[in-house]
């Protein structure tokens, strides 16, 4: 694969539609609602995040500002959570995970 490859130049010349934009793995055509960041300070925060996981919207959580026995406890539940809501989870970096409920696809 060239370099004019990457750059996908054979549909620039033929004035086809490029779409240049980020890709998270998300599906864009099975939006369901919008993506909701947390910053969860105890394990109580957990049941706001779940609730919009049920309400079809996604979460971005970032799990840094827990220690580390309360980040694994939330981590479990929300994925448990996810689980039994049919959805997907997607580590964006480290502590910082996307969670997204059923039609929603994540990569």
Known sequence: MGIFDFFDRENVRKNEKVDRGLNLGVDKTENKGPIVVYHPKSF?????????LKNKGQALVYLSNLSQ??????????????????????????????????GIAVK
Not at 44 to 52: A, P
Not at 72 to 78: A, E, F, G, M, Q
């Open 44 to 52: 109580n925060d957990v049941e706001s995040i779940i609730n919009t």
């Open 69 to 102: 026995d309360t980040a694994l406890r939330v981590l479990d539940l929300l994925s448990g959570a996810v689980y039994a809501l049919d959805g997907g989870v997607c580590e964006v970096e480290k502590n910082i995970f996307l969670f997204t409920p059923n």
